[in-house]
């Protein structure tokens, strides 16, 4: 976000109340479910009413903190949930996925053909040794295939671990040694924008340093020639023809792991967040509706991958638990035309879009036109999620895409927390342009200062969450102690976002940003910790610093400051090159938009890197305090240089 913008964010105070059009028909009309919601397990216990349990729970919090049990006792399957019980009356027939690929196929499946496929997908999983408890690892392009994979994995209690399509090989390759996959579902290739992405490629690279995955099945999608192992690899097509259609769905207990999904951290190496089957189902599938008011003929489209948790949670689980149709597009915003996204709603009469303010931003770039040339009458709701919305893009897509009418649901909420946490709740909640407004029922967050105090209105600190909540992430994949220090130590007891914050007047909260070495880019994280070591890994980069700049599409972007080996020749291609670099080995999204090359980087006396320098040297601010600096010269050095580098 530019300063400016982020000023503009905190002196918001345009009010805009729920239509009453919206707000008379909206599933949850009475405000007083927020204090409801206080009785956190009582109304926790309440929700978790609304899945199907093969066993019903003991107790519905056991909370030994940092560790919690959900639903303790409880027995249920997630793809039961989002499938089965659906087949009982009049959803059987309906719609669950809407598929529209890049070159404009159209594909759907109901919910009926949608129970079969997943049924014999884990019917050919199992008849490849996958068993309760097993890893696979799902890399693949925005295809419901994807999806039936993640609901076979579920279906057996194999967790699965989507490593999104746009990771390099080696990105690939961590995340399948960090959760030892067993089985491999990936498919030729990916469409962007035309071009073909090498999935099945990336993974026979992937796997030349892990011996022990046995089976590669891959989807045929882009058509080109792919080698096929023999013994290891199979083709989607010819292994679900034959397999049975009857798959008993396993019983899981509520605690057991549903999915593995790595996001970055502060340190170099990526962390496997755990969800668990109980929380998580109640969670997901409790926001879900009541947050995109979900009813029986809306078509829903989120447009995030599945790649990412916000397509887990509400591409997937939450939207299918609920019954609901679910748009799946595969490509880009602006392909063919930069009025893709207009037409597909125009086409389909979607009538709620989940969306990122990264989105919003290039579509204003783009200009009204655009939207102006398409029937969006059918859109009732809108929303928001991965990063802080400006609100000048945010009155944007009020005007623009909403028409006015449809109220903006932004939502906060991050991979470990698995559910939106705060929300308005549109047919209730008066909005604010620029802030997700308050805590979504039963849950609890809070502003604390350095101390871990709560702050008064109108002042700013760390955002917290004091409570458990359904959702939670039960763990980092084989690290409880990662898990316990990272987020539960910073301030004892009370889980640490990472995020900085404000408290309003009103009790509205308005997210700034990140407040560790993560970058948010394009509603993306990225530790600057995995960038700095994709540099460092290049054979000419002797020590890296990364930090992220305002970019007014982006929200962030990636800015490098390098220093060379002794005696490295400098040449044209160099930048060029090290960017190249940082694609390969972590992804494009990953590649850094500047690189300045310096001979030191900022130092404190004790060898620290002063990355809050060189954030403000990137956005070209005032510098804060140097008075701890090693070497006050280099600064100096960094200043005066960069306008000619860049
Ligand atoms: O900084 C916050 C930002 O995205 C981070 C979580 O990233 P990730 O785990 O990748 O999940 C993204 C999708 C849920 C948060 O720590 N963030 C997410 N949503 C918002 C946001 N910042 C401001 N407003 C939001 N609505």
Redesign the pocket.
Same mark, same amino acid.
């Given at each position: 976000m530019e300063e400016k913008q982020r000023e503009g964010l905190m002196e918001e105070n345009r009010l805009f109340f729920p239509p009453n059009e919206f707000s008379s028909k909206a599933i949850i009309q009475n405000p007083e479910i927020y204090e409801l919601g206080q009785d956190r397990e009582m109304f926790w216990s309440e929700q978790g009413k609304r899945l199907d349990w093969f066993k019903p729970w003991d107790t519905v919090l056991e909370w030994n903190p940092p560790f919690a049990k959900w639903y303790a006792g409880g027995k249920l399957n997630a793809a039961y949930n989002c499938l089965d019980r659906h087949l009982k009356g009049a959803r059987r027939n309906k719609a669950a996925l809407i598929f529209e690929g890049e070159l404009g196929e159209r594909r759907v499946l109901t919910y009926q053909d949608l129970y079969r496929e997943v049924a014999q997908f884990a019917n050919v999983l199992k008849s490849y040794g996958v068993e309760k408890g097993d890893r696979v690892a799902i890399y693949m392009p925005m295809i419901p295939e994807a999806v039936i994979a993640m609901l076979a994995c579920a279906r057996l209690g194999a967790p699965h671990n989507v490593v999104f399509g746009g990771f390099s090989y080696e990105a690939l390759r961590d995340r399948i040694l960090d959760s030892q996959a067993k089985v491999v579902v990936t498919s030729d290739g990916s469409y962007r924008r035309g071009n073909i992405i090498p999935l099945k490629e990336n993974v026979d690279q992937a796997l030349r340093s892990v011996t022990w995955v046995e089976k590669v099945i891959v989807v045929q999608r882009t058509g080109q020639p792919v080698e096929m192992q023999v013994g290891r690899d199979a083709w989607y097509h010819e292994v679900i023809k034959n397999a049975s259609m009857v798959c008993p769905a396993e019983p899981m207990d509520a605690d057991d792991m549903l999915f593995i999904l790595y996001?970055s951290g502060t340190t170099g190496k990526p962390k496997g967040i755990v969800h668990t089957v109980g929380g998580y189902m109640v969670g997901v599938s409790t926001t879900h509706e009541w947050v995109f008011d979900l009813k029986e003929e809306d078509v829903y489209w989120c447009t995030?991958d599945v790649g &990412?948790?916000?397509g887990h949670s509400y591409l997937v689980y939450g939207p299918l638990s609920n019954g609901a149709t679910v748009l799946m597009y595969e490509g880009a915003p602006d392909f063919p035309e930069k009025d893709r996204y207009w037409e597909i709603i125009e086409k389909y009469g979607v009538s709620i879009l989940y969306t990122a303010p990264t989105a919003i931003r290039s579509f204003m770039k783009w200009g009204e036109s655009h939207p102006l040339g398409r029937d969006l009458s059918s859109l009732r709701l809108l929303g928001?999620?991965?990063?802080?919305?400006n609100p000048e893009a945010w009155m944007w897509y009020y005007k623009h895409i909403g028409g006015e009418r449809c109220p903006i649901v932004?939502?906060? &909420?991050?991979?470990?927390?698995g559910m939106i946490m705060?929300t308005p709740v549109p047919g209730i909640t008066p909005m604010k342009p620029g802030s997700?407004t308050t805590p979504f029922p039963g849950v609890h967050l809070e502003v604390v200062n350095h101390g871990g105090e709560p702050v008064q209105k109108g002042e700013g600190g760390y955002l917290v969450v004091r409570e458990p909540w359904p959702a939670m992430f039960k763990t980092v994949y084989g690290d409880n102690k990662r898990y316990e220090d990272t987020y539960w130590g910073q301030f004892p007891g009370v889980y640490f976002?990472?995020?900085e914050a404000k408290w309003d007047d009103d009790g509205y909260f308005w997210?700034i940003? =990140?407040v560790d070495d993560?970058i948010?880019v394009s509603?993306? =994280?990225i530790g600057t910790a995995e960038v700095e070591g994709a540099l460092v890994d290049h054979p000419a980069v002797a020590e890296a610093a990364c930090v992220g700049r305002v970019h007014e599409i982006k929200g962030q972007a990636v800015f490098a400051f390098v220093s060379l080996k002794e005696g490295v020749v400098i040449h044209d291609q160099l930048i060029a090159d090290l960017k190249a670099h940082v694609a390969l080995k972590i992804g494009s999204l990953a590649r850094p938009d500047d690189i300045f090359l310096t001979d030191e980087l900022p130092k404190t006396r004790s060898g620290k890197i002063m990355r809050r320098l060189l954030k403000d040297i990137a956005e070209g601010r005032a510098l804060g305090d140097t008075s701890t600096l090693a070497d006050a010269a280099v600064v100096n050095f960094l200043k005066r240089n960069l306008k000619d580098q860049k």
């Open positions: 996001t995030a &990412w948790i916000t928001s999620v991965g990063e802080p919305i932004d939502t906060w &909420w991050q991979t470990e927390t705060m997700c976002t990472g995020d997210v940003g =990140r993560v948010n509603g993306h =994280r």
